[in-house]
């Protein structure tokens, strides 16, 4: 069964601090692993897309990894600011050309405090 | 270029009424997807749309419809509105066959009273 797993499941850190945010999945075959962030009430906004032989993506102070033998992904962001308080959504692209899937992940939520 | 957008922002209907929410992908995608949030869970997957097409349902109740223009937009309808169905829903567009992942609209909050 395609599967999305995100932990934890809400975090909270003080403003400057680094932080990590995990997502495992099981998912065949693998297209691809998207990070969206999600402001409260607004429709969520694509971060960084990884495909199978990329490890590591960057977009300013997010970091994404992904190891493809483990089925395991991150987020990191680092020195942490007060509007990177939201919800983090890994999603995996499953399929070939003409039959996509999207399993989405339930998300973590991070809150950031000054 | 524009992204994909939706309409309207809020919504408030009475609970039997019935909901129409639309969507314009991002100009050149051909699928289109609706999702709901209700608050605090993450993203259920409604239906998805393809060429005019359904091509996938989500486990939703026969009362979620929809369906796609030749022009490629897209309207949900929700009929018998129920309490419940009180949620934002999200609509994505994307290019067939690309495998590189969508493009969200900002959604629209529809609250059933």
């Known amino acids: 069964k395609n599967q999305v797993e995100q932990s934890p499941q809400s975090l909270i850190i003080l403003e400057g601090k680094n932080c990590t945010l995990q997502?495992?999945?099981?998912?065949?075959?693998?297209?691809?692993l998207r990070w969206y962030k999600q402001d409260t009430g607004r429709g969520p906004v694509s971060l960084t897309i990884?495909?199978?032989?990329?490890n590591t993506k960057s977009n300013g102070r997010y970091t994404a990894t992904l190891d493809a033998d483990t089925k395991q992904s991150s987020l990191h962001i680092t020195a942490s600011q007060l509007s990177d308080s939201a919800s983090y959504i890994c999603?995996?692209?499953?399929?070939?050309?003409?039959?996509?899937?999207?399993?989405f992940g339930t998300g973590t939520r991070l809150k950031v405090l000054a | 270029e524009a992204g994909v957008t939706q309409s309207p922002t809020h919504l408030i209907k009475t609970r039997g009424q019935q909901a129409t929410l639309r969507c314009s992908p991002i100009?050149?995608?051909?699928?289109v997807y609706w999702y709901q949030q209700a608050l605090g869970l993450g993203l259920q997957f409604l239906l998805w749309?393809?060429?005019?097409?359904?091509?996938n349902r989500g486990n939703f109740p026969p009362r979620f419809s929809g369906r796609q223009f030749p022009n490629y937009s897209s309207e949900l309808n929700v009929n018998a509105l129920e309490l419940e169905d009180s949620a934002l829903y999200l609509c994505?567009?994307?290019?067939?066959?690309?495998?590189?992942?969508?493009?969200f609209g900002s959604g629209t909050r529809l609250t059933v009273v």
């Open positions: 994505a567009s994307s290019l067939v066959g690309q495998g590189a992942g969508y493009t």
């Open positions: 997502c495992n999945y099981t998912v065949s075959p693998f297209s691809n």
């Open positions: 990884m495909t199978f032989s990329e």
């Open positions: 999603v995996v692209s499953a399929g070939t050309s003409g039959t996509y899937k999207y399993i």
């Open positions: 100009s050149g995608h051909t699928s």
């Open positions: 749309y393809d060429e005019g097409e359904e091509r």
